[in-house]
């Protein structure tokens, strides 16, 4: 791959962006991100990837003097339609701008640098985002709509305050606090989280009853797992799950 380094560290997946100081991405970046997601949902000795940038920032955005047209970008994972129901954290260092903003508010869990400055700066240069109308609304909706038309960016304060980011870390600490949490997550049942994030993001799409009839059928199918069936014996007996194995 050449924009994007993909490695593994045990149960856990480290993907980061490389392509120069501001880690802009093409279309060809997002088709080698695309492989990368679909290994990791391929992989079963993987339980969380962690995407960042390297260096001092995350990803500002697509790179516009590629000359692409936006909305013949790939799917990778920003507009959601390209499924992994396995977690992923975002850890923000620097700007998270446009596209890099979507990117990594599609991550299940985010968590910034002191460094961070993140949001969606197109209006102010006449141009448009068009991951922004999606995702920012679904977050913060009473304040999406400022932030999209002014281009006003969010620093790690904002974030956190917001509910948009777990925690703010040092940027030098910031790697080391990722995969603190990443092991964290390897701790829980990659079943359990697979049916949860499954249960979240396709119960997001419908009305609220309806969710929650999508919701019992999902657990009622997990019920009748072999690993689920494993997990519940060993609570009753007091044993060690079957899924806590070391990182």
């Given at each position: ?18 392509r120069?100081?501001?880690?802009t ?6 088709l ?67 596209g ?5 508010l ?22 448009i ?35 948009l ?51 019992k059928?999902i ?20 044993r ?8």
């Amino acid at each position: 791959m050449i924009d994007i380094e993909y490695k593994k560290v045990g149960m856990i997946a480290q993907v980061v962006i490389d392509r120069g100081v501001l880690n802009t991405y093409t279309n060809g970046t997002l088709l080698e991100l695309q492989e990368v997601w679909e290994d990791y949902e391929r992989d079963k000795s993987l339980r969380v990837a962690i995407l960042y940038g390297n260096g001092k920032n995350f990803c500002a955005g697509h790179d516009l003097t590629a000359k692409e047209s936006l909305a013949s970008e790939p799917p990778a994972i920003h507009y959601g339609n390209l499924p992994v129901y396995k977690p992923i954290i975002a850890a923000v260092n620097g700007y998270a701008l446009g596209g890099g903003c979507s990117m990594a508010l599609a991550c299940d869990v985010l968590i910034v640098s002191d460094t961070a400055k993140m949001g969606y700066p197109q209006a102010k240069h006449g141009i448009i985002s068009i991951g922004g109308p999606q995702r920012l609304p679904r977050l913060i909706p009473g304040l999406a709509r400022w932030y999209l038309f002014s281009g006003e960016t969010l620093g790690a304060i904002d974030l956190l305050s917001l509910g948009l980011a777990l925690k703010i870390v040092p940027s030098e600490m910031l790697t080391e606090e990722a995969m603190k949490l990443a092991n964290k997550l390897c701790e829980s049942s990659p079943d359990s989280i697979r049916t949860l994030k499954r249960s979240i993001e396709e119960g997001s799409l419908l009305p609220l009853a309806e969710a929650f009839t999508l919701s019992k059928q999902i657990a009622r199918e997990f019920e009748e797992s072999v690993g689920y069936q494993e997990a519940l014996r060993a609570f009753l007996e007091k044993r060690t799950p079957p899924h806590r194995v070391k990182a």
